[in-house]
């Protein structure tokens, strides 16, 4: 329930990389009274004691179901972050990311539906799989065309065949945006889906081998690499591209989207900046040199760039996304917004907090 100066959201996966600096900016904003779910307590650990405005329920979503049940029922509005979104775990651990990206996903979008209360829903811009051109070589295709930049509701979703697990996590959350759609649609929740496109900054992927094991996403990795002066690995040559977005832009969309609950009714919305598209080779350029300034090292320049393949990076069943540009039309109109810092800029906001943590190279 809303007291009289604020509305109660509910954030699922607060303590993730998008739900923390979320709930930084809501409570900045003295706005909103934020109950934060999440299995684990890091990224937000500084908040409670500071933030009367915060409830933290240190809890997996399925532990304590009457407990999310009555936090759902209370709110103004959920929004959803939990899940599994790291590439190397779609053909590795299926069960769970399917499992996390569709089935965790339905008792929520049922539970709003049933309690009247609105949905913003984080989704992903795997959505549309890979470009008509990737499937098509030889179609004419313009640029600028709905296959070629990825409109909000025009765009098809074109994703490989079974034997490429790595769809399985766009599959599921296609399916979590159809169903969130139908209840809208059928029962009348109010609901708006968001698609990110590669946010980065701070407090962005734990660092394999020095944080954790795995494989998380291409930034983490890289900076991996050169913290331990080891080859930067391009898979595949490093020809997919991407647009990254800085999560302060990312964010005061979303608080926009959180203000405006008719206005952003039954929209899906495109978080990205067209105008930060990069191929990953150049990326790997891009960080190096950064890094080679942050650490004041040129001889960082000289770490080199190592071509991969899929299959011996990721393993068998990975099939990448070969572009993912925006359209960011949608956001502009709606909610009077566009991005504002560049990839450099983006890029030394991210590295920097790497930098900070790290300030020794793991030899
Ligand atoms: C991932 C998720 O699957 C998306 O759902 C999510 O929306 C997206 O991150 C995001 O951050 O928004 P993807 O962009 O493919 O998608 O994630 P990365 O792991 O960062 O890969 C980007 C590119 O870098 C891919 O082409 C990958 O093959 C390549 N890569 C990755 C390398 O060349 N070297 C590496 O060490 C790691």
Not at 194 to 210: E, H, Q, T, W
Not at 236 to 265: K, M, N, Q, T
Not at 297 to 326: K, N, T, W
Request: charged share 25%.
């Amino acid at each position: 329930m809303s007291s009289a100066t604020h509305q109660r959201v509910v954030v699922l996966g607060s303590d993730g990389f998008i739900g923390s600096h979320l709930v930084e900016a809501l409570l900045r904003s003295g706005s909103w009274q934020v109950v934060g779910w999440d299995r684990e307590q890091i990224r937000t650990a500084h908040l409670p004691e500071k933030h009367p405005e915060f409830v933290f329920r240190l809890r997996d979503l399925r532990d304590d179901p009457a407990l999310l049940a009555s936090d759902i029922t209370q709110a103004d509005v959920v929004v959803n972050l939990a899940a599994l979104c790291n590439p190397s775990l779609y053909g590795t651990r299926t069960v769970d990311v399917i499992e996390s990206n569709f089935l965790h996903v339905e008792p929520i979008v049922r539970q709003c539906a049933n309690a009247g209360v609105r949905l913003v829903h984080l989704s992903t811009s795997e959505v549309f799989g890979r470009t008509l051109r990737s499937w098509a070589p030889d179609a004419r295709i313009e640029e600028g065309s709905p296959f070629e930049t990825f409109e909000e509701e025009n765009t098809p979703f074109l994703l490989g065949p079974l034997a490429s697990t790595r769809w399985s996590y766009a599959c599921a959350k296609q399916l979590s945006e159809r169903l969130v759609e139908a209840y809208g649609r059928e029962q009348g929740l109010q609901w708006t889906i968001v698609r990110p496109f590669n946010f980065i900054g701070p407090r962005m992927d734990y660092l394999p081998g020095l944080e954790g094991e795995g494989t998380p996403r291409v930034l983490a990795c890289f900076v991996a690499a050169l913290l331990s002066r080891k080859p930067l690995r391009l898979v595949e040559g490093g020809r997919s591209r991407r647009a990254f977005l800085h999560i302060h832009d990312a964010v005061s969309a979303l608080v926009r989207i959180l203000e405006r609950p008719e206005a952003c009714d039954r929209k899906v919305f495109h978080l990205g900046n067209p105008a930060n598209e990069t191929d990953i080779h150049g990326l790997a350029l891009r960080m190096r040199t950064i890094w080679s300034r942050l650490r004041q090292d040129p001889s960082i320049l000289e770490l080199p760039l190592q071509e991969v393949s899929a299959s011996a990076f990721y393993g068998e069943g990975y099939e990448d996304s070969d572009r993912r540009m925006p359209s960011i039309a949608q956001a502009k109109r709606i909610l009077d917004w566009e991005p504002h810092l560049g990839l450099d800029e983006a890029l030394i906001s991210t590295l920097t907090d790497y930098h900070q943590r790290f300030p020794k190279d793991a030899l």
